[in-house]
């Protein structure tokens, strides 16, 4: 199974990701981090590809993506 992780307290609520992501799986959190941001979420965790487009847009270097068992 593929995997996004996202560091909250990176993410400044930008919405690159959100918006690259061709499986839909990532959405805003309902809360703010630390900084007064909502970050980024992992909602659909099942759909991931493992493309990895999330991590190569996100210009706070905030996400990481394992495919498989590499995690």
Not at 39 to 55: D, K, L, M, T, W
């Amino acid at each position: 199974m593929n995997r996004v992780i996202i560091n909250q307290e990176y993410c400044k609520g930008c919405g690159y990701c959100i918006q690259i992501c061709p499986q839909k799986v990532l959405s805003f959190s309902e809360e703010f981090n630390t900084h007064g941001y909502y970050p980024a979420n992992v909602g659909r965790r099942e759909v991931c590809i493992g493309c990895g487009f999330c991590a190569q847009v996100c210009p706070d270097v905030a996400i990481s993506v394992y495919r498989g068992d590499e995690l």
